[in-house]
């Protein structure tokens, strides 16, 4: 199947500094990826949507200007924590999206785990 | 938004034993997807089942959908404990997700 990654796999940042994480899509082109997060124990939330050469779209309650999403080419989103703040510590998964014919599929990253101290 | 509602919440199981989680959804459905999750870690592909199939299987998995009840069954045979995780089903009728909180399956030794 497809192959997402996501960089770095871990990052452990003080409060007020910008943590960039990417999600790139190895051997596909993703015109649309997906931002999530999970806080300990729960399930994963939907952040944003991303689309290539256009803005984000974000899900009501999350700050767009605090969590900055970039989609500048077909296999490459990053999204950028800024002044990170303890309660930003939390794991993020990214997605991208496959649209076949009569279906869609969707290829996880393997997340980023975020510490802000 | 498609939400997959798992079912049970969490299952502890003696290794060796089969396992059985459920999962339901609200809206149409092209494709029903199923992840596993480690602790602390991303989403592994597990298995998909297309909304024209009924069974499918992979090594110990068995997937079985029921679009008429709009849910979907996963086992597990012959259960390891390297199969301890939470289980989330995806249902892609269109591209934006929301997660259940997945079943917590606890394999014991």
């Known amino acids: 199947g497809a192959v997402v990654s996501q960089h770095p796999s871990r990052v452990i940042c003080k409060s007020g500094t910008s943590v960039k994480i990417e999600c790139r899509s190895l051997?596909?082109?993703?015109?649309?990826m997906f931002w999530y997060r999970q806080f300990p124990k729960k399930s994963l939330m939907l952040m944003a949507t991303?689309?290539?050469?256009?803005?984000?779209?974000?899900e009501q309650g999350v700050e767009k200007d605090k969590f900055l999403i970039n989609h500048a080419s077909l296999t490459l989103s990053t999204l950028t924590v800024t002044s990170a703040h303890p309660e930003d510590s939390s794991f993020y998964i990214c997605?991208?999206?496959?649209?076949?014919?009569?279906?869609?599929?969707?290829?996880f990253g393997p997340g980023t785990r975020l510490t802000v101290l | 938004s498609q939400q997959g509602e798992e079912d049970p919440q969490a299952l502890s199981i003696q290794e060796g034993e089969n396992a059985t989680m459920n999962c339901s959804y609200k809206t149409s459905i092209n494709n029903l997807q199923w992840y596993r999750q480690n602790s602390g870690r991303g989403l592994v592909h597990l298995i998909l089942?297309?909304?024209?199939?009924r069974e499918k299987h992979s090594g110990r998995l068995r997937v079985t959908l029921d679009t008429s009840k709009k849910s979907s069954s996963l086992l597990i045979t012959a259960s390891r404990a390297a199969d301890t995780a939470s289980y989330f089903c995806l249902n892609f009728g269109n591209e934006k997700l929301t997660f259940g909180t997945g079943t917590r399956l606890t394999i014991i030794p």
């Open positions: 051997d596909f082109q993703a015109t649309t």
């Open positions: 997605s991208a999206l496959i649209r076949q014919v009569s279906y869609n599929e969707q290829f």
């Open positions: 089942i297309r909304s024209n199939e």
């Open positions: 991303s689309n290539e050469g256009s803005k984000a779209t974000y």
